[in-house]
């Protein structure tokens, strides 16, 4: 043990001669793994030991565990995708011959394919209930707005990934799946359209095809990336928020208990998420047959509160105007830090704003489940 | 009456025009007084090939005054007796009619048929040409708007043997066309838009029309069904229906509305000769399960199959052994006429052992899906283990801690 860890000490040492390993590292804690800066003129153990050695909030909490997951997770999509790229054809005729030559015939393709379904489930989810908790612990007070809004936009982002790639898959489900929901993303004024132009037109071509692949494999990642590197950036700089009546504690047993508990969640969700695939692998319908609707063609789930929302309401009701409020509720959920202006106080002090949230959490899950009822 | 003459005349001078020079000479002028019939005329085939009102009426077609126009040669509308022999001096004209390959023998089979030897003694109710090929608007046969397109034969014969009025003078069935429409016959016609099935005319013959007698319905019927009539040859129900004076075919399946083939038939049509109890009605029973068993088999195979088609696992081949099965089971039911039960086994059988063995391999591959689960089981065991341990690290390191936990 001692000899491997000097043996690794010495490679390291010889590393720290030809680069700058501090430097590197520290770009490594812009993704969330470590959330101190680092003096990166010194060697990678001696500013570790100094960061180490601040005190820091006891940062263990699991709620702040779900930050490093996304990231995980995102990369896990990565590697999984990556994969199915390899067998992946992006047109029309090949992608659904591609998608089950994947399943059925390539080794663990199956398995991998599904981890990869599961997973973009997860994430949204993830991302979804950390939204939450920044709702409800206030992380969106000054320093912090732009923290909110990147990780709404981080939700965002994530949900197109979800939604390009079932179009990829090109299977009848998905398939009405998605030309159903470009019908939804129609009413919805500017985002909509936009959208909707951007994929080249109401209805699923090879135009759309292609660039949901490269909005799929390249755009959206990279958008991703991006996101990621500047949420964790801010995380970083600003620090950790503090709960009230938080302590600051020796920040090496915070660093390590935080890492601990980093591995125990992820055994248990890797495990969940192996798991699912296994047990409910979500079934490969049959090719798409233009002229019959499969039962059970629903938009994704997280479009159903926008789809129950606009059946629910009268048929004189204008699209147009039902689009509007949809756009402006996501708007004002976006700029939520500059909206309101109150003082940062803790969840107690804030119930009116709580319940307001919660109530428009009820109302979008009855949406959700009407929207399903009704698809 | 010249108000609403006038307009016509002109739309029939304005086509007269239009359809160019070329045979407004031949057509000549009739059109013009009968422009209703001239606009029928166009419609059909005769028009297209030169020919003219003058060829059938006479008369003379420069004039437009009615009186030299209706002089002369002039005979008007051909009486009904008249009108084969009329159509049979072009269209039994082997010159003429060599450019079209169109027979020639026509009006010799009309007159050997049962319509022409009626018109012969004068009776008034037989079909003419005419009456099945149209007047003034005779459109060719494979025009889908003729008469005699194969897909209006049953209602143009039906216009005749299907009127209760007529048909009530003769000892003919009372409404051939009605039966012929629920027949499988029809139904392959008219639903699966099949060609080769047959009209009235494929078994009664066209011009040459009569009824297949008691000994000739096999004949017929075997034009088509050859290997149920091969099997039919062979059985002992050959000479016993022909010892009785019975049809055939049609003593099971009747004549017009000929029932699909299913197992049915030996259920209900057996009965009505063989006593309850009879080995005759063993057989029967026999057979029906051979084929019932047959059939069951082969749609299990293809639900397998296609359950392992959704997981998704590679079925093609079995979907093509199981198109054979299906063969199988399609040849097994013209040797139903050979009402031997080893016969029927013989082919039964193989599509039961084709099916059986795909359901078996199906089944296999299925299972094997199994293992995804057992590994599952092993997984989830290093799983709880890794989560303990690292579980035991992340208390112990709270305890080792000094003044932790707050
Ligand atoms: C946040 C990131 C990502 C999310 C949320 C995501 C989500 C999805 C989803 C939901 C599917 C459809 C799976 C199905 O319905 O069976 C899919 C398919 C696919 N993804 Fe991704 N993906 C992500 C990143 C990537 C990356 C980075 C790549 C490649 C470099 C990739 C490559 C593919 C390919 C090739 C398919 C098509 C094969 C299939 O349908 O299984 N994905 N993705």
Redesign the pocket.
Same mark, same amino acid.
């Given at each position: 043990m001692g000899d491997a860890r000097t043996r690794a000490g010495r490679v390291l040492d010889w590393l720290e001669v030809r680069l700058n390993i501090t430097e590197i590292f520290s770009f490594l804690t812009n993704f969330g793994l470590f959330t101190a800066e680092l003096d990166t003129k010194k060697p990678l153990r001696s500013a570790l030991d100094e960061a180490l050695a601040r005190p820091m909030p006891s940062y263990a909490r699991w709620p702040r565990v779900l930050g490093i997951l996304t990231m995980l997770?995102?990369l896990l999509?990565?590697?999984?995708?990556? #994969? #199915?790229? #390899? @067998? @992946?054809r992006?047109t029309p005729e090949a992608?659904y011959d +591609? $998608?089950r030559m =994947? $399943?059925r015939d390539v080794t663990l393709g199956w398995f $991998?394919?599904?981890v990869?379904?599961w997973? +973009?489930?997860l994430? =949204?989810v993830i991302l979804l209930i950390r939204l939450l908790r920044f709702f409800y612990d206030a992380i969106y007070k000054p320093p912090r707005e732009l923290l909110w809004v990147i990780g709404f936009l981080l939700f965002i982002?994530?949900?197109h990934? %979800?939604?390009?790639?079932? $179009?990829?898959?090109? %299977?009848s489900r998905?398939y009405w799946s998605a030309t159903r929901s470009l019908e939804i993303f129609s009413h919805l004024p500017v985002v909509g359209s936009l959208f909707v132009f951007l994929a080249g037109g109401g209805d699923l071509s090879e135009v759309t095809l292609v660039r949901f @692949?490269l909005a799929? =494999?390249?755009i959206?990642?990279t958008v991703?990336f991006i996101l990621f590197y500047l949420h964790f950036q801010g995380v970083r700089h600003l620090g950790l928020s503090h709960r009230e009546g938080e302590q600051s504690e020796g920040g090496r047993l915070v660093y390590h208990r935080y890492l601990l508990n980093l591995s125990i969640l992820l055994t248990v969700v890797f495990a969940l998420l192996v798991t699912v695939a296994v047990l409910l692998p979500?079934p490969?319908a049959a090719p798409p047959d233009l002229l019959s609707t499969p039962a059970g063609a629903r938009p994704p789930w997280y479009l159903l509160p926008v789809y129950g929302f606009f059946e629910i309401l009268p048929r004189w009701v204008p699209m147009p105007f039902k689009g509007s409020i949809v756009v402006l509720l996501g708007v004002g959920i976006c700029i939520l830090p500059f909206l309101d202006r109150s003082a940062p106080v803790q969840p107690s002090g804030r119930r009116g704003v709580i319940i307001l949230g919660a109530m428009l959490l009820l109302i979008a899950l009855l949406l959700g489940v009407y929207g399903y009822r009704h698809a | 009456m010249r108000s609403v003459g006038r307009p016509r005349i002109g739309v029939v001078v304005g086509l007269l025009l239009l359809s160019g020079a070329v045979h407004a000479s031949d057509v000549g002028r009739c059109g013009v007084c009968h422009s209703d019939i001239r606009v029928q005329f166009d419609a059909g085939i005769h028009k297209s090939e030169g020919f003219a009102c003058v060829n059938c009426h006479g008369g003379n077609p420069a004039s437009d005054d009615m009186k030299i126009a209706h002089g002369g040669s002039f005979k008007g509308v051909p009486g009904r007796r008249e009108i084969p022999p009329l159509c049979a001096s072009c269209h039994s004209n082997i010159e003429l009619m060599k450019p079209y390959n169109l027979a020639t023998d026509q009006y010799a089979l009309y007159q050997s048929s049962q319509h022409g030897r009626l018109l012969a003694q004068g009776n008034p109710d037989v079909a003419v040409c005419t009456d099945c090929h149209g007047t003034h608007e005779i459109r060719p046969r494979s025009d889908p708007q003729s008469s005699v397109n194969i897909t209006n034969i049953p209602k143009t014969c039906g216009r005749c043997h299907s009127d209760a009025k007529i048909i009530a003078k003769y000892k003919l069935p009372s409404d051939p066309s009605a039966e012929y429409y629920g027949s499988v016959h029809a139904a392959a016609l008219y639903k699966a838009g099949n060609l080769n099935s047959p009209d009235c005319s494929r078994c009664h013959g066209v011009h040459g029309a009569a009824p297949p007698g008691v000994g000739d319905v096999s004949k017929v019927c075997g034009q088509c069904h050859a290997t149920a009539r091969r099997y039919f040859d062979m059985s002992p129900h050959k000479e016993a229906l022909a010892a009785g004076g019975n049809p055939e075919c049609a003593s099971c399946h009747s004549n017009h509305a000929i029932a699909p083939a299913d197992d049915k038939v030996l259920e209900t049509t057996c009965h009505s000769c063989h006593e309850p109890g009879s080995t005759a009605l063993g057989v029967a029973t026999q057979i029906e399960a051979e084929i019932a068993r047959a059939r069951v088999g082969v749609r299990e195979a293809e639900k397998l199959v296609e359950e392992a088609e959704e997981v998704p696992l590679e079925v093609d081949d079995y979907r093509s052994r199981l198109e054979d099965a299906r063969t199988y089971l399609t040849e097994a039911l013209p040797v139903v006429h050979s009402f031997s039960v080893k016969e029927v086994r013989d082919v039964t059988g193989r599509a039961t052992s084709i099916s059986e063995e795909v359901s078996v391999e199906v089944q296999e591959k299925i299972d094997r899906l199994r293992w995804r689960r057992y590994g599952l089981i092993i997984f989830w065991f290093y799983i709880l283990v890794t989560i303990a341990l690292l579980v035991r690290w992340r208390y112990g390191l709270e305890k080792s801690a000094p003044g932790a936990g707050a």
């Amino acid at each position: 043990m001692g000899d491997a860890r000097t043996r690794a000490g010495r490679v390291l040492d010889w590393l720290e001669v030809r680069l700058n390993i501090t430097e590197i590292f520290s770009f490594l804690t812009n993704f969330g793994l470590f959330t101190a800066e680092l003096d990166t003129k010194k060697p990678l153990r001696s500013a570790l030991d100094e960061a180490l050695a601040r005190p820091m909030p006891s940062y263990a909490r699991w709620p702040r565990v779900l930050g490093i997951l996304t990231m995980l997770l995102f990369l896990l999509q990565c590697l999984t995708g990556t #994969l #199915l790229a #390899l @067998y @992946y054809r992006p047109t029309p005729e090949a992608a659904y011959d +591609s $998608v089950r030559m =994947i $399943v059925r015939d390539v080794t663990l393709g199956w398995f $991998v394919q599904q981890v990869h379904f599961w997973g +973009s489930a997860l994430l =949204i989810v993830i991302l979804l209930i950390r939204l939450l908790r920044f709702f409800y612990d206030a992380i969106y007070k000054p320093p912090r707005e732009l923290l909110w809004v990147i990780g709404f936009l981080l939700f965002i982002a994530t949900t197109h990934a %979800d939604f390009t790639g079932k $179009v990829m898959t090109f %299977d009848s489900r998905n398939y009405w799946s998605a030309t159903r929901s470009l019908e939804i993303f129609s009413h919805l004024p500017v985002v909509g359209s936009l959208f909707v132009f951007l994929a080249g037109g109401g209805d699923l071509s090879e135009v759309t095809l292609v660039r949901f @692949y490269l909005a799929h =494999i390249f755009i959206l990642p990279t958008v991703l990336f991006i996101l990621f590197y500047l949420h964790f950036q801010g995380v970083r700089h600003l620090g950790l928020s503090h709960r009230e009546g938080e302590q600051s504690e020796g920040g090496r047993l915070v660093y390590h208990r935080y890492l601990l508990n980093l591995s125990i969640l992820l055994t248990v969700v890797f495990a969940l998420l192996v798991t699912v695939a296994v047990l409910l692998p979500h079934p490969f319908a049959a090719p798409p047959d233009l002229l019959s609707t499969p039962a059970g063609a629903r938009p994704p789930w997280y479009l159903l509160p926008v789809y129950g929302f606009f059946e629910i309401l009268p048929r004189w009701v204008p699209m147009p105007f039902k689009g509007s409020i949809v756009v402006l509720l996501g708007v004002g959920i976006c700029i939520l830090p500059f909206l309101d202006r109150s003082a940062p106080v803790q969840p107690s002090g804030r119930r009116g704003v709580i319940i307001l949230g919660a109530m428009l959490l009820l109302i979008a899950l009855l949406l959700g489940v009407y929207g399903y009822r009704h698809a | 009456m010249r108000s609403v003459g006038r307009p016509r005349i002109g739309v029939v001078v304005g086509l007269l025009l239009l359809s160019g020079a070329v045979h407004a000479s031949d057509v000549g002028r009739c059109g013009v007084c009968h422009s209703d019939i001239r606009v029928q005329f166009d419609a059909g085939i005769h028009k297209s090939e030169g020919f003219a009102c003058v060829n059938c009426h006479g008369g003379n077609p420069a004039s437009d005054d009615m009186k030299i126009a209706h002089g002369g040669s002039f005979k008007g509308v051909p009486g009904r007796r008249e009108i084969p022999p009329l159509c049979a001096s072009c269209h039994s004209n082997i010159e003429l009619m060599k450019p079209y390959n169109l027979a020639t023998d026509q009006y010799a089979l009309y007159q050997s048929s049962q319509h022409g030897r009626l018109l012969a003694q004068g009776n008034p109710d037989v079909a003419v040409c005419t009456d099945c090929h149209g007047t003034h608007e005779i459109r060719p046969r494979s025009d889908p708007q003729s008469s005699v397109n194969i897909t209006n034969i049953p209602k143009t014969c039906g216009r005749c043997h299907s009127d209760a009025k007529i048909i009530a003078k003769y000892k003919l069935p009372s409404d051939p066309s009605a039966e012929y429409y629920g027949s499988v016959h029809a139904a392959a016609l008219y639903k699966a838009g099949n060609l080769n099935s047959p009209d009235c005319s494929r078994c009664h013959g066209v011009h040459g029309a009569a009824p297949p007698g008691v000994g000739d319905v096999s004949k017929v019927c075997g034009q088509c069904h050859a290997t149920a009539r091969r099997y039919f040859d062979m059985s002992p129900h050959k000479e016993a229906l022909a010892a009785g004076g019975n049809p055939e075919c049609a003593s099971c399946h009747s004549n017009h509305a000929i029932a699909p083939a299913d197992d049915k038939v030996l259920e209900t049509t057996c009965h009505s000769c063989h006593e309850p109890g009879s080995t005759a009605l063993g057989v029967a029973t026999q057979i029906e399960a051979e084929i019932a068993r047959a059939r069951v088999g082969v749609r299990e195979a293809e639900k397998l199959v296609e359950e392992a088609e959704e997981v998704p696992l590679e079925v093609d081949d079995y979907r093509s052994r199981l198109e054979d099965a299906r063969t199988y089971l399609t040849e097994a039911l013209p040797v139903v006429h050979s009402f031997s039960v080893k016969e029927v086994r013989d082919v039964t059988g193989r599509a039961t052992s084709i099916s059986e063995e795909v359901s078996v391999e199906v089944q296999e591959k299925i299972d094997r899906l199994r293992w995804r689960r057992y590994g599952l089981i092993i997984f989830w065991f290093y799983i709880l283990v890794t989560i303990a341990l690292l579980v035991r690290w992340r208390y112990g390191l709270e305890k080792s801690a000094p003044g932790a936990g707050a």
